[in-house]
């Protein structure tokens, strides 16, 4: 991370999860390094980082936030697990859309050096095959549309700022597959599929109830993984055209919950699947050939050693 020493970082939305990781993981950039929180109140504090507590739904809280800063990294966002996606799809718009383009807005008055946007998988069509960045055809899995269009309109935007204007912004953009890990979100109302579970190993849930048949497969990647992404990606690329993060290898839902139970000893409890339930796309494979070749990106957390880590995380958090 020798780029970063002495620069001023931006991390945004330093109160979640992939921004709390990301923190802690720039700590031992000697960056001089700052987040926004709102709301909601950080995870963890050090004194070597300012926290600054503004609303970037407005373009007051953007300018303020932006101000002096050399790098963003945007990891706030406005996030939910399956059940909302599919009952409250809107809920993902508005405020994600108003905080991507003022941030936007107010880095581009504030001169910001290099901003990295973190997109998803869910702009995809449904595929039997890996997924390559240039598969994007403005088609989505039905239950992503809303929160699929958000992502990809600000890639277009992120293009439009990176390559469209006379004084270009330099912005990077990562797809990043499913994110676990530590610090991740455990609501029961918001949480996605993996937190969901550990939880209900970590409390011996019995029956443990699995939302859809479990056959659901998904690439999912771990958050110091990712973190090792971006990293990469804001030093090497210098281009808005995305770029995927994952681990290059699917598992089931079912596979999940037969690691989480093997790993915590729970293996006599009951599962129980539940296809009444909301679920999301059925199949998603990524290809990360592009960030192999172009960044160095090689992930060394399989899946049944993420979930161990994570797992015992949960166990012992405070």
């Not at 029961?188 to 019995?206: C, G, N, Q």
């Not at 290059?248 to 989480?260: D, Y």
Request: proline residues 4%.
């Amino acid at each position: 991370m020798d780029f970063l020493r002495d620069k001023r970082v931006l991390v945004t939305g330093g109160s979640g999860f992939v921004g709390t990781n990301l923190l802690k993981r720039l700590l031992e950039s000697n960056c001089k390094l700052s987040t926004t929180i709102h709301k909601t109140p950080p995870q963890f504090t050090d004194n070597s980082i300012e926290y600054i507590d503004v609303d970037l739904t407005t373009p007051e809280g953007c300018l303020k936030a932006t101000k002096n800063i050399d790098y963003i990294f945007m990891c706030a966002a406005n996030t939910s697990g399956a059940a909302v996606m599919e009952n409250n799809p809107l809920a993902h718009l508005t405020p994600n859309i108003l905080m991507n383009l003022l941030l936007y807005e107010a880095a581009y008055k504030n001169n910001i050096k290099k901003i990295l946007f973190i997109s998803s998988n869910t702009v995809y069509p449904v595929t039997d095959f890996p997924v390559r960045e240039d598969d994007v055809t403005n088609e989505f899995y039905h239950k992503y549309f809303i929160v699929a269009w958000m992502k990809r309109f600000t890639e277009i935007v992120s293009d439009m700022y990176a390559d469209k204007i006379n004084d270009k912004m330099n912005i990077v953009v990562v797809r990043p597959a499913n994110l676990y890990g530590e610090y991740d979100d455990f609501d029961w109302e918001t949480s996605h599929v993996i937190p969901a579970l550990i939880r209900k190993v970590a409390e011996k849930h019995d029956p443990i109830q699995v939302w859809g048949d479990g056959n659901d497969l998904k690439e999912f990647l771990y958050i110091d993984d990712f973190i090792d992404g971006i990293i990469l990606a804001m030093e090497k690329i210098n281009s808005s055209k995305p770029i995927n993060l994952s681990l290059n290898k699917a598992v089931t839902v079912k596979e999940i919950i037969n690691h989480l139970i093997e790993i915590d000893g729970h293996t006599s409890a009951k599962i129980e699947y539940d296809t009444t339930k909301p679920t999301m796309i059925p199949k998603r494979l990524i290809d990360n050939s592009k960030a192999r070749e172009l960044l160095g990106f090689n992930p060394s957390v399989n899946i049944k050693d993420g979930l161990s880590r994570t797992l015992e995380w949960y166990k012992n958090r405070k």
